[in-house]
């Protein structure tokens, strides 16, 4: 019997202690472990760097939930990002979506640029862009569905294959969606990278990431582990422990994301001062039909928002929020508001007049009720 996913975030990697039984993980907060008088170790653990018992159980869990072979967990989503870029080699071309998180666009930038890697950057989530941005010699191919933060909706497995028939391997990060909502591996990704900051430990208090890979990729996939044990950007134990926690209740939380996301994202589109609602639930997305066929359980509780009038009532908005925390990040349980351009800094490509919200799973009245006040001119805020 293969457990359904809403079972496997609950038990996958429980392993109870078979000393005590506990049901739960034990934080083993050991940089090193002890050897037998013959030299044996009692279990393969050697030194933390190199491998953990909670870090292993995490991985276990990731690897279980995205359909995956091999998964690695990593200090930082970015972690994870720079891991699989450094296991390319100089002169490797990369094309990257337009539209991504803006800290992959500054990995790519200013450090994989000096690595020797050719970057491209190209707006994936149009097919008309694929033949002359992967052109033959391009070794990998990065996308982000839904991607941060404007929302688009690129075809995985369209674009898998396209990609695979020029040479290409293609790595999805699967933050916004979780594993839950989207499985890049089964539409044909080779590799899926998370931060695990967000969703997957889903209450904000840790920063983490992860690659999960499939079958594909082998060989990739060994330089990947070798860079998270030679290098060393590995997740606190106590940070592994949280992020299997919070993994407990991702479909839970998921489905709270996705009903509160999608009732804003409606409110939103009918309001009068907003000029677009980017939100792939909504009927009035382009990618809309797309999403519903790759995504399974909802849309997720991400979504970004226009003003009609411009980058200062955005700011305006932001800073008349009561309720809504106006800080960065997402995948939380309290909702959080952001203008995306100013936090990206001067070479940003995204409008300066959209707002991002990370739906937190608060009632959706109290959510309505606050964002509905700072949409009002008279109640808004300023925001430097
Ligand atoms: N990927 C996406 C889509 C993100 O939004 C972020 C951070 O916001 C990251 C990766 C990087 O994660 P971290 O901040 O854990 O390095």
């Known amino acids: 019997m293969t457990p ?3 079972t496997l975030a609950v038990h996958a990697a429980q392993h109870p202690a078979p000393d005590t ?3 739960t993980p034990s934080i083993h907060m050991a940089s090193s472990f002890a050897r037998d008088p013959n030299g044996e170790l009692p ?7 190199i491998s953990n018992p909670n870090r292993d159980q995490l991985e276990e869990a990731l690897r279980l939930l995205e359909g995956g072979t091999e998964a690695a967990a990593f ?3 970015c972690a994870a990002i720079t891991a699989v870029f450094q296991a390319l080699k100089p002169g490797d071309r990369v094309v990257c979506n337009s539209d991504c998180y803006s800290g992959t666009r500054e990995i ?3 450090l994989m640029r000096n690595w020797g890697l050719e970057i491209a950057f190209a707006d994936l989530w149009n097919p008309d862009s694929w033949d002359a941005s992967i052109v033959p010699g391009t070794r990998l191919v990065w996308l982000e569905t839904p991607s941060n933060p ?3 909706i690129t075809d995985i497995r369209g674009l ?3 990609a695979r028939s020029r040479g290409a391997i293609v790595v999805c990060d699967g933050t916004f969606a979780t594993p839950f909502l989207q499985q890049p591996l089964a539409c044909g990704a080779d590799l899926v990278v998370h931060a695990t900051t967000k969703y997957m430990c889903g209450h904000g208090d840790m920063v983490g990431g992860a690659v999960v890979a499939g ?3 082998p060989d990739l996939f060994a330089r990947i582990r070798k860079i998270q044990v030679h290098a060393g950007a590995v997740p606190s134990p106590f940070d592994a422990w949280l992020t299997l926690r919070g993994i407990r209740t991702l479909p839970l939380r998921m489905k709270a994301h996705c009903a509160n996301a999608l009732e804003i994202a409606r409110r939103l589109e009918s309001h009068p001062a907003v000029a677009a609602v980017h939100y792939p639930g909504l009927a009035s997305h382009p990618g809309h039909e797309l999403a519903s066929r790759q995504m399974a359980g909802g849309f997720g509780g991400m979504l970004s928002f226009q003003m009609r009038d411009g980058e200062e009532a955005a700011a305006r908005v932001a800073a008349g929020c009561r309720l809504i925390l106006r800080a960065t990040s997402l995948g939380g349980l309290e909702t959080l508001i952001e203008h995306r351009a100013r936090i990206e800094g001067p070479a940003s490509p995204t409008p300066r007049d959209l707002l991002r919200l990370s739906v937190g799973v608060e009632d959706v009245e109290d959510l309505w009720d606050d964002l509905e006040q700072a949409l009002r001119p008279e109640t808004s805020g300023t925001l430097r």
């Open 4 to 6: 359904r996913r809403t």
């Open 21 to 23: 039984g506990a049901t």
């Open 43 to 49: 279990s393969r653990h050697l030194y933390s760097r």
């Open 75 to 77: 200090a930082s989503g």
């Open 108 to 110: 790519l930038n200013d």
């Open 150 to 152: 404007q929302m688009r």
């Open 160 to 162: 898998a294959e396209h």
């Open 215 to 217: 079958p594909t990729v």
